[in-house]
């Protein structure tokens, strides 16, 4: 759409009269008040506020015209005004004569708005009135992608991009209708002002760049490539395109730069990505979707060498927090665009696109999808520092012999793979779930011989079976369930790596809920006579003890970076028995605490050194 078209007006340059939806303005109004009026209209019904009428009615030449208000400047100042809240699409229009008008098309707020100076008030059709609470509550929950803007028209749809949506829909019932008939059955045309208009959803989904420029010019997102883990990016591209489109040139951005591994299980060969295309394409939609389109911020995509980063605007819809995403009911920030792309296929009724996230990089032996929330957006992290290629070999395998393994028992088997025994009250707070509503869970895990209880009392905590540990190639651990409560658990089959003499000491240095002393070789040799006086809480102790604590671990990590200068994964793994996934998450930590610092790129090439 061009600046000087004039069809909203009229093809005659005829000016509507002032009614309900149109409003008309002196040209020496000031930005407050034209503010106040544009928040009066986007709280009734959305229309056209016309700045400077009242010069139409003087000779020509002696009075100057709204020619010397700039569009930008004025919408500008109606979105500073309005508290960020109200963005409008500003024109200027010649009519007959030479003289300039100023048309402001303001959209129907998708919740009621406050002028300038703190009043809610509404356009009547002749007046601005206040409104009263019991008018305001229905507003509050209107869906903006099912705005119409004014000045929309058929021509702001591009017709390449409605037959992607026809080809994206071809399950759909109206897949074999007409194009407007199609277009009509989604619910992104509706009958407005005498014609077919496309509502915001249609703009969004098939719109023309010029479309989207002039009424949402924040659906673009702005891809970032990094070669390293810091913030200095390498490439940029800002995409401004239909949703279906964005998705597509994303897709290219990320598999571009994209690597996969090769998992032989049997006969099969299971390829494990980097970044797996379906779980970026889910976190994709999911933004595309659910962001906030009234805020004027960009949805930004930045893909580092050990990780995917989505930030989106708006946050996560009201309740839902990282804590219980997977257990709160869906909610649709914009429920006509959602709808869509459901019935297209592209998305999930149910609101299962996060669980299948998570799902998906469980499965592939990594860490579940990571949510950071802020006041007004929300970062989705996916990590691929690498994986545990036993634990894909044992999920395939296991699905085998139980049909399907649900995402809790992923959650439960992954958490403990990685940390070798967690609680009751850790396992429910990675399931999301209240403590009480676990036993059945944990029980029926129990049965497949998937998980054992260890520990006694109210320190009972779960560890992996043997069968289990055996299929990952972990160290056997016998359960405590079957041991004395007094017993020790005993050392490995496999004898521990002896850390190097400059931090001997540390790994030396023995917990508080541990026993000093000679440990046992079997767990039928008789406890050591001090082993009756120390505390219960040793008993439920089920980690291998013969290797490091946790603590004992980051020690060890920030001794290896002073002494030979920095720190790799093998080395911390040789150095402590840990597997790959183990010391990824030690030195990120590390790094997330500011003392270590990453360099390069991958698990095999990164390296980290003490920060300064």
């Not at 209107?142 to 017709?159: G, H, I």
């Not at 390293?228 to 239909?242: A, G, H, I, S, W």
């Amino acid at each position: 759409m061009t600046l000087d078209a004039a069809d909203a007006i009229s093809p005659l340059g005829v000016l509507p009269p002032a009614g309900p939806t149109c409003i008309h303005l002196p040209l020496n109004v000031s930005p407050e008040e034209l503010a106040r009026y544009a928040v009066g209209l986007a709280n009734a019904r959305g229309g056209t506020v016309l700045v400077g009428v009242d010069v139409l009615d003087l000779p020509p030449g002696t009075v100057r015209d709204a020619g010397e208000l700039h569009p930008l400047m004025v919408t500008h100042a109606i979105f500073e005004l309005s508290g960020g809240r109200l963005t409008v699409n500003v024109q200027h229009h010649r009519l007959p004569g030479g003289a300039r008008v100023l048309a402001v098309f303001v959209p129907q707020g998708p919740y009621v708005l406050a002028a300038p100076d703190g009043s809610v008030i509404a356009w009547d059709g002749a007046h601005l009135v206040p409104v009263t609470p019991g008018e305001a509550e229905p507003v509050a929950d209107q869906d903006f992608t099912a705005v119409v803007p004014p000045d929309a028209s058929l021509a702001d749809l591009d017709p390449a991009e409605v037959a992607r949506l026809r080809g994206l829909g071809r399950r759909a019932s109206a897949s074999n209708l007409p194009d407007l008939d199609f277009l009509q059955e989604l619910g992104l045309l509706v009958p407005s002002g005498g014609a077919l208009r496309p509502t915001l959803a249609a703009i969004l989904l098939a719109g023309t760049p010029a479309a989207l420029r002039a009424h949402v010019p924040q659906a673009e997102v702005c891809f970032y490539h990094h070669h390293t883990p810091d913030v200095e990016f390498q490439f940029r591209e800002d995409l401004l395109r239909p949703i279906p489109a964005l998705l597509t040139r994303l897709a290219e951005l990320i598999q571009a730069r994209n690597r996969f591994t090769p998992v032989q299980v049997g006969l099969f060969r299971i390829e494990v990505w980097d970044q797996d295309e379906a779980v970026y394409r889910e976190a994709l939609l999911n933004a595309l979707t659910h962001r906030d389109y009234r805020l004027r911020d960009a949805v930004h995509v930045h893909h580092f060498p050990d990780r995917l980063e989505i930030m989106n605007p708006g946050g996560l819809p009201g309740g839902i927090t990282p804590g219980n995403i997977l257990r709160h009911q869906p909610k649709r920030r914009n429920p006509l665009l959602a709808e869509v792309l459901a019935r297209l296929g592209l998305v999930e009724r149910a609101g299962v696109g996060v669980d299948k996230m998570y799902s998906l990089m469980l499965r592939h032996g990594k860490e579940p999808p990571e949510f950071t929330t802020y006041p007004d957006s929300v970062t989705l992290a996916l990590h691929s520092p690498g994986f545990d290629a036993e634990f894909v070999r044992f999920v395939a395998r296991k699905q085998e012999d139980m049909q399907t393994l649900s995402l809790d028992v992923l959650i439960v088997l992954s958490l403990l793979a990685r940390e070798g025994e967690a609680t009751r009250a850790a396992l429910a707070r990675a399931l999301q779930l209240p403590e009480d509503r676990t036993p059945r869970l944990l029980r029926g895990m129990e049965d497949h011989g998937l998980i054992v209880k260890a520990g006694v009392g109210r320190g009972i905590a779960y560890v992996l079976s043997d069968e289990v540990r055996r299929a990952l190639g972990r160290e056997r651990v016998v359960p405590a369930a079957q041991t004395p409560p007094e017993a020790v658990v005993p050392a490995p089959e496999v004898a521990p790596t002896t850390p190097s003499p400059a931090y001997q000491g540390l790994a030396d240095q023995e917990p508080a809920d541990t026993v000093s002393g000679a440990r046992p070789a079997s767990v039928t040799s008789p406890p050591p006579p001090q082993a009756a006086g120390r505390p219960k809480r040793a008993a439920r102790a089920p980690r291998d003890e013969s290797g490091p604590s946790a603590a004992e671990v980051r020690a060890i990590a920030l001794a290896l970076a002073r002494e030979r200068g920095r720190v790799r994964n093998v080395d911390l793994r040789e150095a402590c028995g840990l597997n790959t996934q183990q010391a990824w998450r030690t030195l990120r930590r590390l790094v997330q605490d500011g003392l270590l610092r990453k360099l390069g790129s991958g698990t095999r090439d990164a390296a980290y050194e003490l920060r300064a």
